[in-house]
């Protein structure tokens, strides 16, 4: 379809003649004779038909002129004319729309959303990515973050099949693949660096109450497909995985999951174990200050850092199940 041109000035002869006749009390209040006899009003009917007549030319864009501005924006590499031959009003409308298209897209790296969307187009395989400019993930901890100018990070998560646990374990080749794509699309002095995402295995130990007439078999299942779902890097969904899920460097908190398994048909209250936290991680992650507590004793939910996703760890947590209504029933997952 043909691109409409904009009307660059839709002013007319007697809008421009208006404008100059409010203009005289202020510029000059002595002029007070603005009859047509008058030479300067005169002069400003002659000037606003020239004008008017500049802006009938400015609005009217010949197609030499929209061939000439085509062949700026849709050049080789050559600096040679694309189209040096002149082109009908058809084709003309077509290769311009084509070209408006083009450089719409993104084929640059320049900010951190430019970088996550190109890789996503590098390999069908990747899930997620997550971008972490200005820092130098090798030459830092957690504890010591310094801004590194010049340095992207790239955190990938690969999709998986069915409902099983992320295999995020990158080849050299699936790197380097991310990484070629990348090269004519960066910045210059850009340092480029690839890695997996780290999980963060999140343990929930609750005793959950449930209501009369329900049982651990009734609710159990319901229970952990919310954390399972809730916790988990992409979306499970009936039609397979979709490429969202937790997002990076969010905390996990211990009212978030209250909320969540509260909402469940059949759970009556929740409470915590007697001598054990509501949430723990592996021992090797607690020297990094993961456990977030209100006023250095009540534990409150767990750090994530800005390259990890969360995810819940089924054979390490314990959910208890009890019921008032029935026999007293306590197991572990």
């Known amino acids: 379809m043909p691109i409409e041109i904009l009307n660059l000035d839709d002013r007319t002869y007697d809008d421009l003649v208006q404008e100059a006749l409010s203009m005289i009390p202020t510029y000059a209040p002595e002029w007070t004779n603005h009859n047509p006899s008058d030479p300067g009003i005169m002069l400003i009917e002659l000037f606003a038909h020239i004008t008017e007549m500049l802006l009938y030319r400015l609005n009217r864009v010949t ?25 009908n009003e058809v084709e003309l409308n077509t290769r311009i729309l084509a070209a ?32 972490l400019s200005r820092r130098n993930r090798e030459l830092q901890t957690y504890n010591n973050i310094l801004q590194r100018p010049g340095y992207i990070n790239l955190v990938i ?7 099983q646990l992320l295999d995020i374990n990158l080849t050299q080749e699936f790197k380097k693949s991310v990484k070629n794509f990348l090269e004519n699309r960066r910045l210059l002095t850009t340092k480029i660096n690839i890695y997996e995402t780290n999980l963060v295995n999140i ?40 490429a969202k899920g937790w997002e990076f460097g969010r905390n996990v908190y211990l009212s978030e999951i209250y909320q969540l398994l509260d909402k469940i048909p059949g759970v009556d209250y929740i409470e915590p174990i ?35 996703l969360a995810v819940w760890s089924k054979p390490e947590s314990q959910l208890k199940f009890t019921s008032k209504g029935l026999n007293a029933i306590s197991s572990n997952s």
């Open 274 to 308: 007697e001598k054990t936290d509501e949430l723990t991680v592996d021992k090797l992650l607690l020297g990094e200050r993961r456990l977030l507590k209100e006023n250095t004793s009540q534990l409150i939910g767990i750090k994530i850092y800005q390259d990890e």
């Open 157 to 163: 998560v690969p999709k998986s099949s069915g409902s």
């Open 63 to 87: 197609n030499a002129n929209r061939q000439a501005f085509l062949n700026l924006i849709d050049s080789d590499d050559t600096g040679n004319k694309k189209f040096p031959t002149p082109l």
């Open 203 to 242: 343990r929930v130990n609750l005793t959950i109450n449930l209501k009369p007439d329900f049982t651990e078999q009734n609710v159990r299942s319901l229970a952990e497909k919310a954390l399972k779902e809730f916790l988990y890097p992409l979306t499970i969904d009936e039609d397979g995985i979709k």
């Open 100 to 131: 408006v298209k083009q450089l719409r897209e993104s084929d640059r790296a320049v900010t951190s959303k430019d970088y996550e969307d190109l890789v996503l187009q590098a390999n069908l395989q990747i899930a997620r990515v997550h971008c």
